[in-house]
């Protein structure tokens, strides 16, 4: 799978219209499951993962006019991580007046951390966000192929299996299979690049 590229200011530009609902579809198709995983991996139990995240999610709502790209509070990515981030720790100082365990052992050294773009949860974050937005593209654009091709892209793409063996199990020449991958490949990118 090729790197799916920076987050473009053109989606941001739309989220920054409330009404613009089908760019806030995108982007919580996209976001949600990344922030929410991100919680998660600070030990949170699911429940309060899920409310930390619409925490997250409603913080950036209220806020997004106010980003600017290339501004001093840096990337998107770097943004959406300090917010993740401060209100993971808002809702550890909740918890701690009411102590409950969190199973989490780290929490000192990711307060301390920065958001550096170098850093493990940067890299996390790069790689939990080029996965949803290549699942959310995958959604957009299933059904505008019929199943053989589709099956031909997955299975050789994201399965990683051979295209001979691909095009034994679906009855077509090997030639059909790297066709059918590449019109699938095709297409997601012409949909990733439509929010990027």
């Known amino acids: 799978m090729t790197p799916v590229p920076e987050t473009q200011a053109s989606l941001l530009l739309k989220l920054r219209d409330p009404r613009d609902q089908a760019a806030w579809a995108v982007f919580l198709q996209i976001y949600q499951p990344l922030i929410m995983r991100l919680v998660?991996?600070?030990?949170?139990?699911?429940a309060d993962a899920r409310e930390v995240t619409q925490e997250v999610l409603i913080a950036i709502a209220g806020a997004i006019d106010r980003w600017e790209p290339g501004s001093a509070r840096g990337s998107f990515r770097g943004w959406i991580y300090t917010i993740t981030r401060n209100l993971v720790v808002n809702f550890l100082i909740r918890q701690s007046r009411h102590p409950q365990a969190t199973g989490h052992s780290d929490?000192?050294?990711w307060l301390d951390e920065l958001p550096d773009p170098a850093s493990e949860e940067s890299a996390l974050f790069d790689r939990e966000e080029e996965r949803q937005t290549f699942l959310w593209a995958a959604s957009e654009i299933r059904h505008e192929f019929h199943?053989?091709?589709?099956?031909?892209?997955?299975?050789?793409?994201?399965d990683g299996i051979d295209a001979a063996k691909v095009a034994d199990e679906l009855g077509v020449n090997v030639g059909m299979v790297y066709v059918s991958r590449s019109r699938v490949m095709k297409r997601l990118r012409e949909c990733v690049q439509s929010v990027r």
């Open 40 to 46: 998660r991996r600070r030990g949170l139990q699911e």
């Open 107 to 109: 929490l000192k050294r």
């Open 147 to 158: 199943e053989p091709t589709w099956q031909a892209f997955w299975r050789t793409a994201v």
